[in-house]
């Protein structure tokens, strides 16, 4: 049995690491109002695209990857003699990406195709992927590490704060927000993943208390965790999200993971600027431990 591990673009995983674990990735892509499109990894990077839906009246919109090219990449992997493939991608709540994965290890033969979705995105999704790269240099069959992962699901989330709902709301990527949306007035809207999807958690009345907010309710979470894994993911409001690192780093026990990271382009169009999230899991994933001055644009 040789077992590959295929994610999606959002993940926010380094190259070295994706290298690391040779792990494949399908990529998602950004387009703008003029029809201007970009493949995530290739084509845009974060800060290039918070420069110019600066500049633009409409946001932009993302696409998931094509199913013939999901195709092509489990084909390629069973060209390289791999019968497994396990392939984790962000949640099904706010993306096609894992039911067209699912759909196209249906068209092909010859390869087991096992996906999960994660119900979260980023570099929480990169922790899933890791995870299982991981174990399978450790052994580990896939339907062990599926079963882990589910088991691992249900302790992780993430908690996001944004500058406001604009752009969740056009994108259709957030429920339960019109209650929410006329008492936010001078407001800063704090969010979380809830069964893949997100929905409306907290508003306060400034951007450091919301993020001290996040901060606060994601440690209380992972308190009694006898293994953690934390991760700020930042977007252009680079300020708010190291201070939240550094935070971390003076309050947490040794034995906690933190990772630091940015939002992938994807992401950051849809979460709007100035956001910033705190994710977590009850895992440890030292390959993880990035700081905010190892991490380089992809």
Do not use: W
């Not at 290739?42 to 839906?53: F, N, V």
């Not at 119900?119 to 599926?146: D, N, Q």
């Not at 752009?167 to 969010?191: H, Y």
């Amino acid at each position: 049995m040789k077992i590959a591990v295929m994610t999606d673009s959002t993940t926010s995983l380094t190259q070295a690491l994706l290298d690391e674990y040779d792990i494949s990735v399908v990529p998602l892509s950004v387009i703008f109002e003029n029809g201007d499109s970009f493949i995530e990894r290739e084509d845009i990077q974060p800060s290039e695209l918070y420069q110019r839906m600066r500049s633009e009246t409409q946001i932009p919109t993302t696409s998931q990857p094509a199913i013939g090219k999901v195709v092509e990449e489990y084909e390629k992997l069973k060209d390289e003699g791999y019968t497994d493939v396990i392939g984790l991608f962000l949640s099904a709540g706010i993306s096609g990406t894992y039911q067209s994965a699912t759909q196209a290890g249906e068209m092909v033969e010859g390869i087991n195709v096992h996906t999960f979705d994660s119900k979260l995105s980023g570099m929480i999704l990169g922790g899933y992927v890791v995870y299982a790269a991981e174990r399978v240099r450790e052994g580990a069959s896939p339907e062990t590490i599926i079963d882990e992962l589910l088991e691992m699901r249900e302790h992780t989330g993430a908690e996001v704060v944004v500058d406001d709902l604009k752009n969740l709301q056009k994108s259709g990527r957030i429920t339960g927000a019109q209650a929410f949306i006329g008492t936010l007035l001078k407001m800063k809207p704090v969010l979380k993943f809830e069964d893949g999807v997100i929905v409306p958690l907290d508003k306060v009345r400034t951007k450091k208390r919301a993020v001290k907010r996040i901060e606060d309710g994601v440690l209380e979470k992972v308190k009694d965790y006898d293994e953690v894994t934390l991760y700020v993911v930042n977007g252009d409001s680079r300020e708010d999200g190291l201070k939240l690192y550094e935070n971390l780093k003076k309050r947490c026990p040794d034995h906690y993971v933190i990772n630091y990271s940015d939002f992938s382009p994807v992401i950051a169009s849809h979460l709007g600027v100035g956001s910033v999230a705190l994710g977590f899991t009850n895992k440890r994933i030292p390959s993880l431990e990035n700081r905010p001055e190892d991490y380089v644009e992809q």
